[in-house]
């Protein structure tokens, strides 16, 4: 296995892509179509910032976290600090290859209203065919805002560049939210299925000795039943249902809870232990938040 190569700074992309030296130390654009790209199999990437990413065609053996990454023509991937990224095959230079690459160091955004924001951008911790496929109008849109920033770099640095840089990249995240949230819309047949397979992964996970044997399942657990990150499922899952996925285990959790109690005379301490706490008082919590009353009180009124 080949060792991995750790891109620490933006500087270091400049190095990497032989494109000479950057014009921030803390943000770059890319053109793709000027960079005379080759990478051998097997080559592991680890940079330390962000990373906005799109081509026009396809790379059908990058894998980017746990599993293979399909990008494909036109797509859009967002990577997040301190990811992996494996390529399976060599990626050749093209002549046809066009796209951008916006990449900027958390140093940039610290202390901003977009550094607060950053981890409300969940699309940068999913994996595998979670990319984000464009339209054109789209494509337009996202490629003004790169425009934008690029004119920034090209000027004389002042005391407005830094927020009209940062300023631009929260645009250009807002939108990558707003057309998230488009796929996750017309992909509905499909989440469909996503959800009847989630709630029948836990159905069985609580009618088995699991909880006993795992404790309580997890996010991480249900993602890889479905094959996606443990973001992007709870994203396709808040916006198909209204409740995201641990909601989803809490929901199912508490209405076993609520046989059991009915149905037998368990301790809440047994029951607790049944359903995977290792502590009762958390399971009381839990029940109370969710239901109004402690697990007694909903025996004792029904």
Known sequence: MKPIINLNSISDIGKFIQQGSVKHPLVAIID????????????????NFYSVMFKNY???????????????????????????????SEVEKRDDIMGWGLFFHPDLVRNTTLGIKMKDYTFFSYETAEALHLSEKEKKTLYECILNIENELNENIDNHSQNLI???????????????????????????????????TLHEYFNSDLLKDKRLPSVSYLADKVNLSP???????????????????HYLLIEEAKNVLLGTSKSISEIAYDLG?????????????????????FRNLN
Do not use: W
């Open 231 to 249: 973001n992007y499922l709870s994203d396709l899952l808040k916006k198909e249902t209204g409740m995201n996925a641990k909601d989803h285990i």
């Open 277 to 297: 706490f290792e502590y009762p008082q958390y399971f009381s919590k839990l029940f109370k938040q969710k239901t109004g009353n402690t697990p007694q009180e």
């Open 58 to 88: 396809c790379i059908n053996n990058m894998k980017y976290g746990r599993q293979n990454y399909d990008f494909q023509e036109g797509s859009l991937v967002c990577m997040a600090p301190k990811q992996i990224v494996e390529m399976d």
């Open 32 to 47: 793709f179509s000027k960079v005379d790209e080759y990478v051998e199999a097997g080559t592991r990437i680890s940079c």
């Open 166 to 200: 940062v300023s631009n990249i929260e645009l250009l995240l807002n939108y990558c939210s707003r057309y998230y949230g488009r796929q996750f819309i017309t992909r509905k047949n499909s989440n469909r299925d996503i959800v009847a397979q989630v709630e029948t």
